[in-house]
């Protein structure tokens, strides 16, 4: 459940403006598995409105979506009713701390932009994030992956332009945002073995609707983007204001592209994929009896 989005609101407009990215860097990290891709059971850790799992279920045997907000999960369980109706998916309603799944039991877990809504912060060293990451290594079977899709803090600086308008609530959501070098040395302690990390640039959350400069004004663009529940009244206000002010002078989508700039350096995501270590050729066929 986010700490501060209400998406049993945002739940029937969020698909409007945001996209399954990085799927190819999913099926990439689940084809090292042990087993073929096709054999794999995926768990969605935080899966919202189903689109990674849409996106995937043709692709695995089956998934397990897990979600805390009913408005979600139920969108997902009717965009996907087909594939329930046919085993290749299970809905949880759940927190992804505290997976409903049993040990060893999965090939891989994938995260995607769930972790800054946890209840945490760098105050409390991210105890919460931790759960979440042992969880995942409890269920995943040896030489499964556990796959995080997240923004660094240095990505919500640079990778989106319109938070240029709302540094206070970017700042808000830099401070739950678990720094990449944070995230490896917990993964590490709770029994990963090892992890890599990618950034695709030419990823973008939001596709075509990230460009549209006017978006700013359009309720249902801003929903698609949990950082504007936290922009105050009157700071929206005075937001929307400054945007109609330059929309209206033809200045606004100059002030788009210059302030996109950094993120052709930055990215807008990072992929960290951590494995479990496999069994050794002795532990699968078992001790020998004599």
Same mark, same amino acid.
């Given at each position: 459940m986010s700490t501060y989005e209400n998406?049993?609101?945002?739940?029937?407009?969020? /698909?409007?403006?945001?996209?399954?990215?990085g799927i190819d860097i999913i099926l990439r990290a689940m084809e090292k598995g042990t087993h073929?891709?096709?054999? +794999?059971?995926?768990?969605?850790?935080?899966?919202g409105t189903g689109l990674y799992s849409a996106a995937l279920v043709n692709e695995v045997k089956r998934i397990e979506a897990v979600d805390l907000n009913e408005g979600m999960l139920r969108m997902a369980q009717v965009k996907l009713k087909d594939e329930e109706n046919k085993g290749r998916i299970h809905f949880h309603l759940s927190s992804i701390s505290s997976l409903p799944?049993? /040990?060893?039991?999965?090939?891989?877990?994938?995260?995607?932009?769930?972790?800054?809504?946890?209840?945490?912060?760098?105050?409390? /060293?991210?105890?919460?994030?931790k759960k979440v990451f042992r969880e995942s290594f409890r269920i995943v079977k040896p030489g499964g992956s556990l796959i995080i899709?997240?923004?660094?803090?240095?990505?919500?600086?640079?990778?989106?332009?319109?938070?240029?308008?709302?540094?206070?609530?970017?700042?808000?959501? +830099?401070?739950?945002?678990?720094?990449?070098?944070?995230?490896?040395?917990?993964?590490?302690?709770?029994?990963?073995?090892?992890?890599?990390?990618?950034?695709?640039?030419?990823?973008?959350?939001?596709?075509?609707?990230y460009f549209?400069?006017?978006?700013?004004?359009? +309720? /249902?663009?801003r929903h698609g983007d949990s950082i504007w529940s936290l922009v105050e009244n009157e700071t929206l206000k005075n937001v929307l204001k400054k945007v109609k002010d330059l929309k209206q002078r033809k200045k606004l989508e100059d002030f788009m592209k210059q302030h996109d700039?950094?993120?052709?350096?930055?990215?807008?995501?990072?992929?960290?994929i951590a494995r479990k270590?496999?069994?050794?050729?002795?532990?699968?066929?078992?001790?020998?009896?004599?």
């Open positions: 998406y049993h609101e945002t739940s029937q407009v969020y /698909d409007k403006t945001r996209s399954a990215g073929p891709l096709n054999e +794999q059971v995926l768990v969605d850790a935080g899966c799944l049993p /040990d060893e039991s999965v090939d891989a877990v994938m995260v995607n932009q769930v972790l800054h809504h946890l209840p945490d912060d760098e105050k409390k /060293d991210w105890p919460e994030h899709n997240s923004c660094s803090p240095e990505q919500l600086e640079m990778g989106f332009w319109f938070y240029s308008f709302i540094p206070d609530a970017m700042r808000a959501v +830099q401070e739950k945002t678990i720094s990449l070098e944070k995230m490896a040395e917990q993964l590490k302690e709770v029994g990963f073995v090892s992890h890599t990390q990618e950034v695709p640039l030419d990823l973008i959350l939001q596709k075509e609707a549209k400069f006017d978006g700013i004004l359009d +309720q /249902d663009w700039l950094p993120r052709n350096n930055s990215g807008q995501v990072t992929f960290t270590k496999p069994l050794t050729t002795i532990q699968k066929k078992g001790p020998n009896i004599f």
